[in-house]
């Protein structure tokens, strides 16, 4: 790729992962190598499955173990998760730093920002230093203003009606 740009899907509705995953199986259908680093997410989900099957041109990396949403973490296991983010990071920098991929997917990173696991001066300091041939993707809720002015594509995705109005919960191959 010659010119890597900077894509931010955030908002409050549902998509962002999936959008971010669907620019990714679109680049490694080009031939483009493509590895996502998945933030505040250790449960069994589908994409896991697929990206599996995909073998090397897409990659899934987590860090974190499994445990339940940020808001129901004791001190104890915020700061331990806010290790595995930073582990997560810093695993991102040297994947970019080896030119191990062309598209880098940073999922719920905004999470991670927002939930002070790491602050976003760092993550705009990321972008910034990007080589010029890679293409970064970042989701999440609450984008900062510092990553937004950055970025060149900002999709926000706004709820206008979900299932669980209806009292429908997450489905298997649908949310997760």
Request: proline share 2%; with cysteine; glycine share 10%.
């Amino acid at each position: 790729m010659l010119k890597g740009l900077v894509q931010v899907y955030t908002g409050n509705g549902k998509g962002k992962t999936t959008a971010a995953i669907g620019q990714g199986f679109r680049s490694a259908g080009r031939g483009l190598k493509v590895y996502m680093i998945q933030f505040l997410k250790s449960s069994d989900t589908g994409e896991l499955h697929s990206a599996k099957k995909l073998g090397e041109i897409f990659k899934i990396f987590r860090f974190e173990k499994e445990r339940g949403f940020f808001w129901n973490l004791n001190e104890e296991e915020k700061m331990e998760l806010k290790k595995e983010v930073h582990e997560a990071f810093e695993f991102a920098q040297n994947v970019i730093q080896n030119g191990e991929c062309d598209i880098l997917i940073l999922d719920e990173i905004m999470g991670a920002i927002h939930n002070k696991l790491i602050d976003e001066k760092l993550v705009c300091d990321f972008i910034q230093k990007k080589p010029a041939h890679v293409e970064i993707i970042l989701t999440g809720r609450n984008a900062p203003q510092c990553i937004i002015d950055l970025a060149d594509y900002v999709s926000e995705i706004v709820p206008v009606k979900h299932p669980m109005e209806k009292g429908i919960g997450a489905r298997k191959g649908i949310e997760y």
